[in-house]
């Protein structure tokens, strides 16, 4: 990831003041998610790396202190414009936070895409006190501001899409909104804005004419990529980014040698870290921050959030892992759920149905099927029959189930916490275990078997 000098200091002002009435939603539209994030963060994350030092001001409206306490970043300095009359109007509420020997970077929180190679490149096209444009071209600008040059290809003018004649919609060269531009004069350029337009609003762009009357050299820069300057106005438009994202992701993921059943079957809502070898099957979702080793597979429609999963795993179909740690050489699911503060030894077992919280599981322990065990230290070696619970909440407090090396748990155990199974102990099925068991020792808690005799099935009474 290429970035600025960290000593090359910029403000860089970040709009997300709109309200996005067609997203349909008392939300910010900034703070829709995509991957998992909201798209202000994801514009926030590119302008640090671009330039760690930066000055960084969020313009905000719609939404109120919703934006500013959901993305909950002190380093930031938060600005608000109300009423919202443009982009131009918007950059003129950060005035009184730039820093006039720096120049000003405008992003917008709507447009979170942008890498920061392109806005690299944009940086570097402003130095010498340039005003620098990020522009694309479009197969069908309809909408956009148009960029317009004169015969020597120089831009001279910003033109909006319904401010334009029909020569002028003919250009497909358009304005992204992104500039950097030297501060003093972006602060005189916006002071001499007017809303003479269609949408009687101030336009930023309006600051280009202003410049070519000054005699200012403007610039421009392209990305790589189209959709690094899409913006989202509707939730049709989000879910076109959020599916451009993830093929992203799933180009990355299969570069760094991960085996991908289907590149377009994949959601990760955070960060994945894979080791070699991993192989990963179709509408698997992961979010938060993931680790799996080497030779680790993961079977289709598999949920798994913040979780640490160790080399030679094997997680079968719909298994949903919530902050776990996975030992070398697990198997987990089909319809395992393992939940927060869960850790598996190596060569462990969970199976279909069954569900762990706050557990440690020993290596080479097995739950194979039906089981909940809640709250519990579970040594090596332990066979957990199917049907088997924990009994660890009281209504008020949880309690702990402690269970050593070696033991065996019958079918249908309810272990009454605060408990503890001795090392070896057998537990025969069908046993409420309300004391401790004993190491080395069976133990059976349920009525003896009766057979009634001469006893038979009531009949139903004739009408």
């Known amino acids: 990831m290429q970035s600025l000098d960290s000593k090359q200091f910029m403000n860089i002002v970040i709009l997300a003041a709109g309200m996005g009435r067609r997203m349909r939603s008392e939300r910010a539209k900034v703070l829709h998610a995509l991957a ?37 970043d002190p380093s930031l300095i938060w600005v608000v414009q109300r009423p919202q009359l443009g982009t131009g109007h918007a950059v003129m509420q950060a005035m009184a936070e730039l820093d006039e020997a720096a120049p000003t970077l405008v992003l917008y929180g709507d447009v979170p895409l942008t890498r920061v190679e392109t806005l690299a490149r944009l940086a570097e096209a402003a130095s010498g006190g340039r005003l620098a444009l990020l522009t694309v071209e479009l197969e069908d600008p309809t909408g956009y501001g148009r960029i317009v040059r004169d015969a020597q290809g120089r831009i001279r003018q ?91 992701i799933a180009r990355q993921l299969l570069d760094e040698g991960v085996a991908l059943a289907d590149p377009a079957r994949i959601d990760v809502r955070g960060r994945v870290v894979c080791a070699q070898d991993v192989s990963i099957d179709v509408n698997c979702v992961f979010e938060g921050e993931v680790e799996i080793g080497a030779g680790t597979s993961i079977g289709a429609h598999c949920v798994i959030q913040n979780a640490r999963i160790g080399p030679g795993v094997e997680i079968l179909p719909f298994t949903h892992i919530d902050g776990a ?139």
């Open 158 to 248: 910003i033109i909006e899409h319904r401010d334009a004649d029909e020569t002028v919609r003919a250009i497909r060269e358009v304005n992204t909104g992104i500039l950097i531009a030297p501060t003093p004069s972006l602060k005189r350029w916006l002071a001499a804005l007017d809303n003479r337009n269609a949408q009687g609003e101030y336009y930023l762009t309006d600051i280009v004419a202003a410049a070519v009357a000054e005699g200012v050299a403007i610039t421009h820069a392209q990305p790589d990529q189209v959709w690094e300057t899409l913006g989202v106005n509707s939730r049709a438009q989000l879910a076109t980014l959020e599916r451009i994202l993830q093929g992203e």
């Open 325 to 463: 740690t996975i030992g070398e050489g697990a198997r987990i699911g089909p319809y395992a759920r393992l939940r927060p503060g869960t850790v598996l030894g190596a060569a462990a077992h969970v199976g279909n149905f069954v569900e762990m919280k706050n557990t440690r599981l020993g290596k080479g322990s097995k739950a194979n099927h039906l089981a909940y065990v809640g709250d519990a230290e579970v040594g090596e070696r332990v066979n957990i029959g199917a049907g088997t619970i924990t009994c660890n909440y009281d209504g008020v407090n949880k309690h702990k189930t402690v269970i050593e090396d070696d033991a065996f748990i019958g079918s249908d155990t309810q272990l009454v916490a605060p408990v503890r199974v001795g090392k070896g102990a057998t537990l025969g099925a069908g046993t409420t275990l309300t004391r401790d068991a004993p190491p080395e020792r069976l133990t059976v808690s349920r009525a003896r078997q009766t057979t009634i005799e001469g006893w038979s099935r009531p009949q139903r009474k004739k009408p």
């Open 36 to 72: 998992g994030r909201p798209m202000l963060s994801h514009v926030i994350d590119c302008a640090k790396a671009l330039s760690p030092s930066a000055r960084i001001i969020v313009v905000y409206g719609h939404g109120g202190e919703t934006v500013p306490q959901t993305i909950g």
